[in-house]
Nanobody
């Protein structure tokens, strides 16, 4: 499956952005989808995950109550709505399809998008 992330940009602290990840190839609805991020000089970290139907979601503590993951299986797209952004949210954001393993573990994900840069200024 091919993943294309978009929607990143420069925003002031307290602002909002919505990231999109469009999937092409195999059946999108069969994948559990995740968002990760990687800040400069840091390891890639889990942000959010959504189940096949969208009913189940999980978030990193650092983004809980500020970010919302959703999906539209008819459009083969997963979204990440980011509100109340902070400078520490600055990172390249990646979407990925989940395989076996823990949801917060990078190694549990099979296919990755190219990433989209989010920069939050103070």
């Amino acid at each position: 499956v091919q993943l294309q992330a978009s929607g990143g940009g420069l925003v002031q602290a307290g602002g909002s952005l919505r990231l999109s990840c469009a999937a092409a190839g195999r059946t999108f609805r069969s994948y559990i989808m995740g968002w990760f991020r990687q800040a400069p000089g840091k390891e890639r970290e889990f942000v959010a995950l959504i189940g096949w139907s969208g009913a189940a979601t999980y978030y990193a503590d650092s983004v809980k109550d500020r970010f919302t993951i959703s999906r539209d299986n008819a459009k083969n797209t997963v979204y990440l709505q980011m509100n109340s952004l902070k400078p520490e949210d600055t990172a390249v954001y990646y979407c990925a399809t989940k395989g076996p393993g823990s949801y917060f573990n990078v190694a549990s994900y099979d296919y990755w998008g190219q990433g989209t840069l989010v920069t939050v200024s103070s």
